[in-house]
């Protein structure tokens, strides 16, 4: 009969970068009667994988628990394992970030315990087979991986060590099977009975479980430890153990190769390769092309290395694997605002902006269209041939992005008249249909650095009788805002009778007080302040002014002719994300005419003059 192993793994760690509010209360039910179970039973060895953060707050709050786990680990009861600091999705990191995040995560651990982490747990299981060559670099043994990851097509091998190979290195993959994960609702004879299924032939196994905090309050409060004890206490096959326990023993390791894959699961599906994030879901890529693009500046940066150290470890906090894997809810909106934050911060502590200006043409976020990025001591706005829309407005003052993920700035539709009552019905994801050029590639038709220009141009068709249409799109940079001018011309053979749309979204950074006060001008000179409105339907709209009040910032959009405006508020789950701002016209275009549109949007932050002020 083969000898069993059992390893369990306890898993404290938290969602985002935030200590949980009940971090005590979970300490006092789970934490630290684990420790005492473990100190006061030799018998029993284990794995336990802190995040940084955590590990980082246990020193503060609670030195006595890293005494005991520092006594725990010299008797080799207890393996502490390593990994990213933040708990990052490794495979999206730069390499320097990587091997950083990594480092910074070993140099806590040998400074709190004296020792080096010898193995590794991988945030959401996100694997590449590239990493095994930064895992040797850190003299890593081992990695847990899910068990459904190592082998999909059968459960041969699950129970046995993998050893896995890139460019001549080698790393063991030590299988993680949730399917024996404790639960206080299975009885323990069952459970034992499960394990003891597995014990034929003469094979030596291993079987892990990945027990979180939370389930852990649950185990301890049921006892689950002392009956598994109990009732374990005359098996002589069945053993607690850890890796280096297990990997000394008589055991068989398989080779294999493992794909890059994952555990993630969005919407209850399984994205697999971690990068097919990106593919579902544009605004993870647009927060992983930010990150990129600060990294790469972050590397360029020479002579101070300070500076440099500092603006890095700053940027390794916005890059919590919570910011890419939450989707379609408030949590993961929230988070990947706060991680740009924190990737601003970064940005602006490397580089003096207070007097320079950049703009720069590259495949920023890498789908194959150059995009448009103009830095002024202000702010950096980033213009995407798709829709010639902006997509990103940062203030550096504040280090906030206003620019939403479901709404762009300045994006632009062409509609019938009779579908203008739809602009009633505009939610996140649903654009009215039959619209032109909010989807369309514009084309570069001039570009002046010296003037601060961007010349794009679309041609779409429009109605039932597909009639060409032409939309000249021209923006104009500002120290203190953007001008963006529109030349619709009549390509067609009849006239054109529409609706022009332009979208003025932003979105104000999410916080629980209202933060947001709307003032409007309209035909007769009057100014209308909403200031707890959410839905706005006004006409001969000549001005609008948008502030976030709590950041003290001001958006003020002056258009060249009055428009009609709908405004109302975006939500997820129940909870304001951004507006959505529109301005539209009643348009009759004569073949081969065209008409022009000019909107200027002057943006004030903290310190300067307001401009709302001087209309008054």
């Known amino acids: 009969m083969s000898n069993l192993h059992i390893c369990f793994i306890f898993r404290i760690s938290q969602e985002g970068n935030d200590v949980p509010e009940n971090a005590e209360e979970l300490y006092e039910k789970s934490v630290k009667k684990l420790i005492g179970l473990l100190y006061s039973n030799p018998r029993i060895f284990a794995t336990i994988s802190f995040s940084g ?69 991988l945030s959401q299981n996100a694997w590449e087979p590239q990493l095994v060559q930064c895992f040797n670099s850190h003299e890593f043994e081992y990695v847990f991986l899910d068990s459904d990851i190592i082998s999909k097509k059968s459960s041969s091998g699950v129970f046995n060590p993998h050893i896995v190979e890139d460019a001549g290195k080698t790393i063991t993959v030590i299988p993680v099977s949730q399917k024996f994960t404790p639960n206080v609702e299975v009885p323990i004879d069952d459970y034992i009975a499960s394990l003891k299924k597995l014990m034929s032939g003469q094979e030596t196994k291993i079987i892990c479980s990945e027990i979180n905090v939370e389930n852990l309050a649950k185990l301890i409060a049921d006892n689950w430890f002392y009956k598994f004890i109990d009732s374990t206490i005359f098996e002589e096959n069945i053993e ?48 992983y092309a930010r990150s990129l693009h600060t990294g790469n500046l972050i590397n360029l940066l020479k ?30 909106v929230f988070q990947r605002q706060k991680a740009l934050n924190i990737i601003l911060q970064a940005e602006k502590s490397i580089k003096d902006i207070s007097s320079v200006k950049v703009f720069s043409i590259f495949d ?28 990103e407005l940062d203030l550096h003052n504040s280090f906030y992005n206003y620019v939403g ?10 509609i019938e008249k009779e579908n203008v009552i739809n602009l009633e019905q505009y939610s996140d994801n649903i654009f009215i249909e039959n619209s032109i050029f909010q989807d369309l590639i514009f084309t570069e038709q001039k570009i002046s650095k010296t003037r601060n220009e961007i010349h794009l141009v679309g041609e779409g068709f429009f109605g039932r009788q597909k009639q060409a249409i032409l939309l000249k799109k021209t923006y104009t940079f500002y120290e203190n805002g953007v001008q963006v001018q529109y030349i619709l011309h009549n390509n067609s053979v009849n006239k054109i009778n529409g609706i022009l749309g332009i979208e003025a979204n932003l979105a104000l950074p999410l916080i629980d007080e209202p933060n947001r006060k709307i003032e409007i001008v309209t035909e007769d000179g009057k100014e209308s302040p909403c ?11 000549s001005w609008v002014q948008v502030s976030d009040t709590n950041l003290e910032t001001e958006f003020i959009f002056e258009l060249n002719e009055n428009a009609s405006l709908n405004l109302q508020p975006l939500f997820v789950e129940n909870k304001m994300i951004s507006n959505c701002c529109i301005f539209h016209w009643e348009v009759d275009i004569q073949p081969g005419f065209e008409i022009e549109k000019t909107i200027f949007l002057n943006i004030k932050s903290p310190g300067k003059k307001s401009l709302s002020k001087k209309k008054k």
């Not at 495979?91 to 480092?103: K, S």
């Open 53 to 121: 953060v955590m590990l980082e707050w246990y020193e503060k709050k609670h030195p006595e628990v890293i005494d005991v786990l520092k006594e725990l680990t010299s008797r080799k009861q207890v393996e502490i394992l390593g990994g990213g600091f933040y708990n990052p999705l490794l495979p999206l990191l730069l390499p320097v970030d990587r091997l950083g995040q990594i480092e910074l995560m070993q140099s806590v651990l040998r400074q709190s315990l004296g020792k080096r982490p010898r193995g590794i747990r």
């Open 531 to 541: 200031v707890n409105q959410m839905y706005i339907k006004q006409k001969d709209v």
């Open 240 to 287: 607690f153990s850890n890796p280096e326990r297990f990997l000394k023993s008589n055991v068989k390791y398989i080779k294999t190769f493992i794909p890059s894959n994952s555990t993630i699961k969005i919407n209850n599906e399984n994205i697999f390769a971690t990068r097919n994030i990106f593919n579902k879901y544009p605004e993870c890529m647009t927060l």
């Open 364 to 391: 920023y976020d890498m789908d194959g269209y150059k995009e448009y990025i103009i830095q002024f001591p202000n702010y950096s706005a980033f213009v995407s041939p798709c829709g010639a829309s902006i997509f």
């Open 405 to 414: 993920e479901k709404r762009k700035l300045f994006s632009d539709f062409f």
């Open 303 to 332: 002579g101070d290395k300070h500076r440099k150290k500092s603006a890095r470890e700053k940027l390794w906090q916005s890059q919590n694997y919570v910011s890419y894997t939450n989707q379609g809810d408030f949590l993961g």
